[in-house]
């Protein structure tokens, strides 16, 4: 059951991401990058746009799992495998810190030397 209603409220909260997208299409908007409207944007522009969207949506996700974490040290009342779960749940979050910026840092490094952009 609760499996379910995790499901459940993980999904509700994707569904509510696209209710901007709702009042957008009643208004007639056309998306500005619309398959009909591509810009004219240089390929290493758009690579970099790219990896620093999805640094954000992971900095974002690492934060959750971190907070996440640490509810799950505060709430284990003092039972020594529960804290060491909510350890365990905070490194992975540090590690994926790390490892989100580490990769950030290489995409912009080979685009730069490869491609040469600024």
Not at 1 to 16: D, H, V
Not at 69 to 75: C, D, Q, R, S
Request: aromatic share 10%; hydrophobic share 60%; glycine share 8%.
């Amino acid at each position: 059951m609760k499996r379910i209603t995790t499901f459940l409220l993980a999904f509700a909260l994707l569904l509510s991401l696209l209710i901007p997208f709702t009042s957008l299409a009643a208004n007639g908007f056309i998306l500005p990058n619309a398959p009909g409207n591509l810009p004219n944007t240089a390929f290493d522009v758009m690579l970099l746009n790219i990896t620093s969207w999805l640094l954000s949506f992971v900095i974002i996700l690492a934060i959750l799992v971190i907070v996440y974490g640490g509810v799950f040290y505060i709430t284990s009342v003092g039972e020594a495998d529960r804290i060491e779960t909510a350890k365990t749940i905070i490194t992975y979050g540090i590690v994926g810190l790390v490892v989100a910026g580490l990769s950030y840092a290489i995409v912009a490094t080979v685009v730069r030397q490869v491609i040469g952009a600024s």
